[in-house]
């Protein structure tokens, strides 16, 4: 399965300020998402890094507060901007193929922790 | 809009003893159905996935389309299996990502 590195692991953040994450794979991949899981909660989809184009951003997620970058197949930046204490969440980065997965699913990176303050 | 219910945040048992960790989804078309583990301070990985009927370290997970369940079960409960565990859906149109469950802890108790 793909192997991904996601920095940085974490960060202490002032309020109003951005962040940007990175995910990088060891192969190319099709399929790029990223997630929020804040704490005590489950991984929630902010939305799906499309190589070439616009990220597709889920219900409640926009561009402008989390824009995107996905320049090619195994790279992608997500920023968290104007960040306030509720952003403060671990962000996960996850891949996988398109059409039929193969038997390992998807791949998740390790994940950035987010402490905003 | 679909949707994965896992109802217990926190499962406590005795080493030995069985495991049954539930999880219900709701969903209209064919769905695919996983279990991903996340172990203290590591990342999240794959357990199993209903299609491909394995068993991976003693866990077992039938897909029962009439009850719309996918329950993690395990027959004999060892203290290294203390982690969180996730029930996932995969939609079989539309969006790629994987849709999870709110988790469930699981404690082996010596």
């Known amino acids: 399965s793909a192997v991904i590195s996601q920095k940085p692991s974490r960060d202490i953040c002032q309020r109003g300020t951005s962040l940007t994450i990175q995910c990088q794979v060891d192969?190319?991949?099709?399929?790029m998402f990223w997630y929020r899981q804040q704490p005590g909660q489950s991984l929630t989809l902010i939305a799906t890094a499309n190589q070439g184009s616009e990220a597709t951003y889920e219900s409640g997620f926009v561009i402008d507060k989390f824009p995107i970058s996905r320049p090619n197949l195994t790279f992608s930046t997500l920023t968290v901007s104007n960040m306030s204490p509720e952003d403060s969440s671990i962000y996960l980065c996850?891949?996988?193929?398109?059409?039929?997965?193969?038997?390992?699913?998807?791949?998740f990176g390790s994940g950035t922790r987010l402490t905003v303050v | 809009a679909q949707r994965v219910t896992q109802p217990e945040k926190l499962l406590s048992v005795f080493k030995g003893a069985p495991v049954e960790l539930k999880c219900n989804y709701s969903y209209s078309g064919s769905p695919e159905l996983f279990w991903y583990v996340q172990y203290s301070r590591q990342r999240l990985q794959l357990l199993l996935r209903h299609i491909s009927r394995e068993s991976i370290k003693g866990f077992t997970a039938d897909l029962n389309k009439g009850e719309t369940s996918f329950h993690l079960k395990k027959p004999f409960a060892q203290e290294e299996d203390s982690a969180m565990y996730y029930c996932a859906l995969l939609m079989d149109t539309g969006r790629r990502a994987l849709t999870f469950g709110s988790g469930t802890r699981l404690q082996v108790q010596p």
């Open positions: 996850s891949v996988g193929m398109g059409g039929n997965l193969p038997a390992y699913g998807y791949t």
């Open positions: 192969s190319q991949v099709t399929m």
